[in-house]
């Protein structure tokens, strides 16, 4: 599942970015999507998740700040910013989780996108 990311940007701090992640097949089939980012010298962390089913789930720093959607006509996954911190300046990369039988899963990335937040 060949996955593009786009979006990222210099923006300041308390500014906005809409990032997104485009699939070459449908992402109806795709179980799960999800956002991760790196900073540097850091690990990649989990940002936020979305279901096939529209249930979603975020890492406790950008709760209500950051909004994933999904859009299957588009085979679009997205993830709107804002109240951007200096602290959410990393590499985002998006992934795509496919469950395929009981334990097993493909996972597919897209290459990451560079947010920086200017202070």
């Known amino acids: 599942v060949p996955l593009q990311a786009c979006g990222g940007g210099l923006v300041q701090a308390g500014g906005s970015l809409r990032l997104s992640c485009a699939s070459s097949?449908?992402?109806?089939?795709?179980?799960?999507m999800r956002w991760y980012r790196q900073g540097p010298g850091n690990q990649r962390d989990l940002v936020a998740g979305?279901?096939?089913?529209?249930?979603?789930n975020y890492a406790d720093s950008v709760k209500g700040r950051f909004t994933i959607s999904r859009d299957n006509a588009k085979n679009t996954v997205s993830l709107q910013m804002n109240s951007l911190k200096p602290e959410d300046t990393a590499v985002y990369y998006c992934?795509?989780?496919?469950?395929?039988?009981?334990?097993?899963?493909?996972?597919?990335w897209g290459q990451g996108t560079q947010v920086t937040v200017s202070s």
């Open positions: 097949r449908s992402i109806s089939s795709i179980n799960v």
């Open positions: 992934k795509a989780e496919v469950w395929l039988r009981a334990g097993v899963t493909s996972v597919y």
């Open positions: 979305i279901t096939s089913g529209g249930i979603t």
